[in-house]
């Protein structure tokens, strides 16, 4: 839905793209779910496969995600014969040869060079993956409620902001390289919001103001990375919805500040 899509600040892709690398990380993707987290890493902008390379590494690396007490060596065993059934279950239903020797040289070099406590170790993690799957499960099941509730209330708002910023901005929204920016007013006054969509691989973009004051006229800005400050667009609210498509070099879209003033107060947007 268009609306959805301007009143969040990242993609549908985006999220999910987030998701998958969590289970990713955990070793729980399914082969399809791999594929798929696979490419789209690979077609992801570069600041967004950075953001999903630190995410994981912070994940592997975070001891809390471990038990920090040792659990009685009566709990330990249950746990474990537990995990040792299943897969002796499983090994039985699909009988691959190749775990015969796998299997026994595992089960003898655990009584020799590994302790007990890292098989607990693995067993708390492979729950608290379980844990993550059903956490993810949950909050999806609530957005998608969510979402189908609100889609009969926007309908005439998406079809009014096309008609108000031209055809091609639900085609420039939808696009997985899209990123959207909202801004309110700095003094914090709730009346009013702005959103600005970019496109990094592409450049261009597109201002949407909801609710400004009658006749009120904002700049929207840009600051480089460079540091040089630029106009993007300017609009002047004569509805309850007002925008505008504007221009922008794709090589500025990287790193990109955006701002907005009051053409009359100079009230910054932020």
């Known amino acids: 839905m268009i ?23 955990h070793g729980l993707l399914e082969p399809i779910e791999a594929e798929l987290f696979t490419k789209s890493f690979h077609n992801a902008p570069a600041s967004i496969q950075d953001e999903i390379i630190n995410l994981q590494r912070e994940l592997a690396e975070d001891d809390s995600l471990l038990p920090l007490v040792t659990p009685a060596p009566a709990l330990k065993q249950k746990v474990l014969q ?28 655990a009584g020799n060079n590994t302790s007990p406590s890292y098989f607990w170790r693995i067993a708390a993690l492979v729950l608290f993956g379980i844990s993550v799957v059903l956490g993810i499960i949950a909050v999806d099941t609530q957005r998608r409620i969510d979402n189908i509730t609100q889609m009969a209330m926007n309908l005439d708002t998406a079809i009014t902001i096309t008609d108000v910023v031209g055809s091609k901005f639900k085609a420039f929204v939808d696009n ?37 004051a009658q006749g009120e006229e904002i700049i929207i800005q840009g600051t480089t990375a460079s540091g040089d400050v630029i106009e993007l667009a300017r609009i002047t609210a004569d509805s309850a919805i007002s925008g505008r498509a504007f221009e ?14 009051n053409a009359t107060t100079g009230q910054r947007w932020v």
């Open 82 to 109: 537990a995990v040792t059934d299943a897969a002796d279950q499983e090994a039985r239903r699909l009988a691959p040869l190749a775990l015969i020797g796998a299997r026994a040289s595992v089960a003898q070099g």
């Open 248 to 261: 922008i070099d794709k090589a500025l879209v990287p790193g990109l500040t955006l701002t907005a003033i």
């Open 3 to 25: 609306w959805n899509r301007i009143m969040t600040d990242t993609t549908n892709n985006y999220n999910q793209l987030l998701e998958l690398a969590v289970l990713d990380s």
């Open 176 to 212: 997985p390289y899209c990123h959207v920016t909202r801004l309110e007013r700095e003094n914090g006054n709730p009346d009013g919001y702005l959103r600005i969509a970019t496109n990094e691989l592409f450049g261009g973009g597109y201002v949407i103001g909801i609710d400004l």
